[in-house]
């Protein structure tokens, strides 16, 4: 059974508390989610496998470590996941970049794929799915099932606010997938929103409506 990790770390928890603010604009959003997500980086990254190579400081030779060559892909859920991935590039410069297209339809909730592009080799890479909201986990299942037809062997999914009804959903579809969240709210309203929540992720990056 994959893990579910709530991110406790105080920088974490203070801006996540600064997104959730109503009278954050856009472009303040926007940098707070990259830096939510460039510190989730590091936490996620945290059971990266080592090897030691040999290397030499201005003084002598000796042995030190580096990534043992992993190979990531980062995989935004458009819209609102395409604000998550420069912060994690930051951290993973080398890491390949797809995208996945889903939006929830307003009446049914459920998502709607309209785009999807994956880098080569996706059954090698250390897929490491974003998105900053799950909510009833539709999008998050969908975007899943399409991964794992692509060949996708390891996926993680960082996403900065869950509902428990979204990580339930997607853990019973998915048990073999890591969960990561920034916070863990109480529930959904009855239009499917997280309550407390943050609003619509993905007009509040954009400053559409
Ligand atoms: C939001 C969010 C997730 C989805 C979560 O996207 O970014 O992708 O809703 O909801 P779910 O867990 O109930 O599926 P939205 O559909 O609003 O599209 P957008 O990012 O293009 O605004
Ligand atoms: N999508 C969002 O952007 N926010 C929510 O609360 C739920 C779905």
Redesign the pocket.
């Known amino acids: 059974m994959g893990t579910l990790h709530v991110m406790d770390h105080p920088l974490i928890q203070h801006k996540i508390t600064m997104i959730r603010k109503k009278e954050t604009g856009s472009k303040e959003f926007r940098e707070l989610v990259e830096e939510i997500a460039m510190l989730m980086a590091y936490e996620i990254t945290r059971d990266f496998p080592l090897e030691e190579i040999e290397i030499e400081t201005p003084l002598v030779k000796t042995k030190s470590k580096v990534i043992a060559g992993k190979k990531v892909a980062v995989v935004p ?5 395409l604000g998550m991935v420069d912060g994690i590039l930051n951290l993973l410069p080398a890491a390949k970049v797809g995208h996945i297209g ?3 339809d307003p009446e049914t ?1 459920k ?1 709607v794929a309209y785009y999807c592009k994956l880098p080569q080799g996706i059954d090698r890479r250390e897929v490491l799915l974003v ?10 299942v969908a975007a899943i099932d399409f991964l794992k037809e692509q060949g996708a062997k390891n996926i993680k999914l960082a996403c900065l606010i869950g509902a428990p009804e ?1 990580v339930k959903v997607v853990r019973d579809a998915h048990p073999d997938v890591d969960v990561f969240l920034a916070s863990l709210d109480e529930r959904l309203n009855e239009h ?1 929103y997280i309550l407390p929540g943050l609003g ?4 509040r990056l954009f400053g559409t409506k």
């Open positions: 859920i458009l819209r609102a996941g889903l939006y929830r909730k998502p998105d900053p909201m799950l909510a009833t986990g539709g999008s998050a979204g499917c619509d992720a993905g007009d």
